[in-house]
Structure formats: C-alpha cells, structure tokens
C-alpha cells in the first residue's frame, strides 16, 4: 500500500505485470496547521500568509512525488463541496517576503523561527526537508524534530494541553463531503446550541481536534450554517437548487478559512495498493443499498468479499 506521496515507488510497480493497482481517486489534502497559541506569532495572518506564500507546491508534488499528486489550488481537491481557489495563497516570492516584513513588524519580532515534528521515516523527513529549504528562501525559519508517529499524535491531539506544535503538517482533509473536515476546522466541535455536556468537558474536548487552537468562530458559524441546510451534512443529495445552496455555503466556508488562512494545503494524492492479480473482489462487494463501497481509502481496501482465485 502507498500514497501518491511515494511516486517512484509506485511508477516502478506499475511496471510489473504480475500485480495489479487497486488506486482511490485524488480525494486526500496533506495540510500546513498553524498554531496560533503555541507560536504567538501565527496569531498574526501575516506570519500565516508569509509561510503559505512561500511554499512551491507545484516544485514540491515535482520532487517529492514525482508528479503522483497536484499542486494544492485550495484547502481541499476540485471533487469536494468546499473547493474554491479565492483567498488561496499559492506560491509567490514576492508576496511572501512582503508578508514576512509586516509579520515580523506587527509582532515586534526580527525573524519568524518555528518548529514542526516529521516521523522517523526517510520519507517523512525528506518531504518536511523540502519544505523547509523553500521557507528559507523566503527567509523563514523552520526547524524539524523527529518523533515516532505515536508521540507526535499524542502531542497534537491532546485534550488536556492541545496540540503542542508550533505548527504540523499531517493528512486530516479528505474526501468529497464535509463530514470528516468539520471537526478539524471548527474552533470547536460541539455546536453553539450543544447543551448535552458540561462547559468544562465541552471546552476540553470539543476543541481537541483543533490543531490551529484559532478561537475565530466565523469559521465555525460558516460550517455550521451549511452543515444545517437541507442535505447539508453530507453536502450530497436533494434537490439541485439544494445542491446548489450547500455547495455555495460550503465555499464561503473555506474562501473565510482561506482569506484567514487558518490553515494551508500542499498537494493533492490519492491512496493505492498493488496486489497479486489472484486478489479478486476488490471493491465489487454491494451493500443493502446496492451500491459498492470504495476501492482504496487511507485505511486499506474493504475487505469483505476479497477472496484469492
């Protein structure tokens, strides 16, 4: 199993002729979080822009993937209900470096230094390496700490300190629909009208998949009044004119985020798996409804109704 993270690996496979390539389609978003309470200065949006500015990610899915994956043009991919490119900062020296100076002037700071952790794979390394040669270039310092996987989740999602990076870049968004986004954006996950839970197990908990730790409610008002439409939770179904308004409240939604710039993403992959060509049955198992379950996800392929010819 990999990623489009890992295009030469994959390109090679593709040439065997005794396996075939079970392959999702491009619906994973590896993202930049910013931490706006552990670095003081990404509270500022013009430290955030600075480093959002100055990532090339048309160079970065060039060199680190071999051209697998595409230059993020939002914080999601073109097939989600959210997808809109306004607002969004891509690659732009000059921009950067004009936010980096404002950065550092608003804050009273004479440099933006921050640190972000990368797993202990080479792979891992190298694609957080490359990223940080680019911020260099625009004069930004970033530093890498290496940890296993186990450690950095359990400082990133932590529900009795919150996310202890200065920032982290980690796959969280995906998908077609908002369900599994929301959570990550919000700056809390119980709803204002919540009223099933304590204040302090609600304040605890609600905000412990928020690794910016933003406190800009807008965000979640924007959210949460798509997610309330008709067919708005899943951003799928209904009428067209109900397509519509939700699509519409969707991308408002993420032009917010992406004019805040809240959080930024990289690039846009997809997950696959390579098997023995004996492997039958892979994504044709129907459910009750008819209808088959997908083909590859980050968490593998559906296994029932796999069996070896």
């Known amino acids: 199993m990999f990623t489009s993270g890992e295009g030469k690996y994959v ?15 491009s619906e994973y978003y590896p993202s930049f979080w910013f931490n706006q ?19 090339d990610r048309k160079t970065y899915v060039r060199i680190r993937t071999n051209n697998e994956a595409t230059a993020a043009t939002s914080i999601v991919g073109p097939s989600s209900v959210m997808y809109s490119t306004k607002n969004f900062a891509t690659f732009n020296s000059k921009k950067a470096k004009e936010a980096l100076a404002l950065c550092k002037s ?21 694609n957080v390496r490359l990223i940080q040669s680019m911020l260099a270039a625009q004069g930004i310092t970033m530093s890498i700490k290496q940890e296993e996987a186990y450690l950095i989740i359990g400082k990133a999602f932590n529900a009795a300190s919150g996310n202890q990076y200065d920032a982290i870049i980690i796959l969280l968004m995906e998908g077609t629909d908002v369900s599994f986004n929301l959570p990550f954006l919000v700056s809390n996950s119980w709803a204002p009208g919540f009223t099933g839970s304590t204040a302090a197990f609600k304040g605890a908990v609600g905000s412990i998949l928020n690794l910016p730790r933003h406190t800009d409610t807008k965000v979640d008002d924007l959210l949460y009044a798509a997610q309330a439409l008709p067919n708005g939770a899943s951003g799928n179904g209904g009428t067209a004119a109900q397509k519509a308004a939700v699509k519409a409240a969707y991308k408002a939604a993420t032009e917010y985020i992406q004019e805040q710039t809240i959080i930024t993403q990289i690039g846009t992959g997809y997950y696959n798996m390579f098997a023995s060509k004996k492997l039958q049955g892979v994504g044709k198992l129907k ?12 968490w593998g392929i559906d296994w029932t109704g796999v069996y070896l010819k």
């Open 106 to 126: 608003e804050t009273g700071k004479s440099t933006l230094e921050f640190t972000v952790p990368a797993d202990t794979s080479a792979v891992s390394y190298a």
């Open 37 to 55: 309470k552990i670095q003081p200065q990404f509270a500022n949006i013009n430290c955030r822009k600075a480093v959002a500015y100055a990532i």
């Open 11 to 25: 390109q090679s496979l593709r040439k065997n002729k005794n396996l075939v390539e079970f392959k999702s389609k």
């Open 287 to 298: 459910g009750p409804s008819g209808k088959t379950q997908r083909v590859v996800t980050n």
